[in-house]
């Protein structure tokens, strides 16, 4: 089947697929053969498909339709010039997209269809062109330009929400924990990865057998735990884990996973790399093969990510971990969700904000926090205190939370983004897949035809 016969393009909201001339029924295939060779890519993504002048009935919307979900893609809008199929994609309950005509000078001819959720638009956006209306507005081209930020200017543009994967549903990861099994037979530079066929764990160095010892149990660690690693006895960390419970960590870390904590993760002192990546030089591929064995961690909480001493941790520190400085939002379902509240009990009789470890032994263990390497994510709040002994902090990784209130005792402070868990479209994977969460859908920055 002919590749030009299947058009998909990224749009700031979700996914452009364009079709061309011939048979619904070959079209269909080619559209199906385009997402299997995706490999998921686009999965979760909202799709605007572009019929052109065709006419499609009801019926050959809702095959495309099904043909999307069988990729767990939605589709939404239709954009068509055509009267019978702009009628059969209300008919299926379809949003519509009409091409905007344009006069002699460039601007576009408003419409008068009442019915029409939104226009589009054929051409590139440049440095300093705005398109508006009253309902969507879709580009296929290219949107280019900045936003500019000096003096005290506020942009009062507002700025779309990000979907954020939820955490709640602890079970669900557990599951994923129990299945895994590493199926990276061997890296870019041609060397066979030793954890092949390896299953999700945590070792830690048992002093009084003088070993180290394999804590989880298929993947998964019930209850709470805390992980201390030396540079002589790094925690050994491989694949997705979870712990039920909350996770409190400090110290070297060495191998490469995802820990998932059903409450909280708590950060008590620096967390640093055995043997942490080099992004320096030039050459990428070189880079990619350096950087692909280094250890990788990621710390993900269905609770929040504390940092610091919770049982010293001031009272402006927590300040900003209550209301009115967190915000409430609705699940992806419509419910309420209440701002976080760090001086709240919870379910285990607990301030949110504590560990269920307890303050005197989290207090016991607790060091300067400089160094987080690793990649932080949590449904909730990212804070605490950092930055302490006038060392600055330096995160190399990165922080994703819905409230953020971290206070830094003293500065520099550097973020660095571990380029590593970049997902990259000709690969259809990460250089290193660790089982992040990811979002229901991808917001599309900036795109490429594939």
């Not at 295939?29 to 052109?52: I, N, P």
């Not at 009442?114 to 589009?120: D, N, Q, R, S, Y």
């Not at 973020?415 to 479209?425: A, E, G, H």
Request: glycine share 10%; with cysteine.
């Amino acid at each position: 089947m002919p590749e030009d016969l299947i058009s998909i393009k990224g749009t700031r909201d979700g996914v452009a697929v364009s079709i061309g001339d011939g048979a619904w029924a070959d079209l269909m295939d080619s559209l199906t053969a385009r997402l299997q060779a995706t490999a998921g890519f686009f999965k979760g993504a909202r799709v605007l498909l572009d019929v052109g002048a065709r006419a499609a009935t009801a019926s050959d919307l809702a095959e495309a339709a099904h043909r999307l979900a069988q990729h767990e893609m939605t589709l939404v809008s239709i954009i068509s010039t055509n009267a019978e199929t702009q009628v059969a994609a209300r008919e299926v309950g379809l949003g519509l997209v009409v091409p905007q005509p344009a006069h002699s000078n460039g601007q576009a001819t408003p419409l008068v269809l009442p019915f029409v959720e939104g226009i589009l638009l054929r051409r590139t956006l440049r440095s300093g062109q705005v398109a508006r209306h009253e309902g969507h507005v879709a580009v296929i081209g290219d949107v280019n330009g900045i936003r500019r930020f000096d003096g005290t200017i506020l942009d009062p543009r507002a700025t779309k929400e990000l979907p954020m994967p939820d955490l709640n549903d602890v079970e669900y990861y557990k599951q994923i924990s129990r299945n895994y099994l590493d199926t990276k037979r061997k890296f870019r530079d041609n060397s066979n990865n030793p954890y092949y066929n390896e299953p999700a764990f945590i070792e830690v160095f048992n002093p009084s057998t003088n070993k180290y010892e394999r804590i989880t149990s298929q993947g998964v660690f019930e209850g709470s735990v805390a992980l201390i690693g030396t540079t002589a006895k790094p925690i050994r960390i491989h694949g997705p884990v979870t712990v039920t419970g909350d996770i409190v960590i400090k110290g070297v870390f060495t191998g490469q996973g995802t820990l998932y904590a059903g409450r909280n993760v708590h950060i008590v002192g620096n967390v640093q790399y055995a043997q942490g990546p080099n992004f320096s030089g030039n050459d990428l591929e070189l880079i990619d093969k350096a950087n692909e064995k280094k250890d990788l961690l990621a710390l993900c909480a269905r609770g929040s990510i504390i940092m610091g001493n919770t049982k010293t941790m001031s009272s402006t520190t927590l300040s900003y971990m209550t209301p009115p400085f967190t915000k409430g939002r609705y699940d992806d379902f419509g419910n309420w969700i209440p701002p976080y509240n760090a001086k709240e009990i919870d379910e285990y009789g607990v301030m949110r904000y504590k560990s269920l470890l307890g303050d005197n032994y989290i207090n016991s263990i607790s060091e300067n926090v400089n160094v987080i390497n690793a990649i932080l994510y949590t449904n909730f709040l990212g804070g605490g205190e950092i930055g302490g002994g006038s060392q600055g902090v330096t995160f190399n990784g990165s922080i994703i939370c819905r409230d953020e209130a971290m206070v830094t005792r003293s500065l520099p402070m550097y973020l660095n983004y571990d380029t590593r868990v970049k997902w990259r479209i000709q690969e259809g994977e990460p250089l290193v897949d660790i089982n992040l969460p990811f979002s229901p859908m991808a917001r599309t920055r900036a795109w490429r035809e594939i």
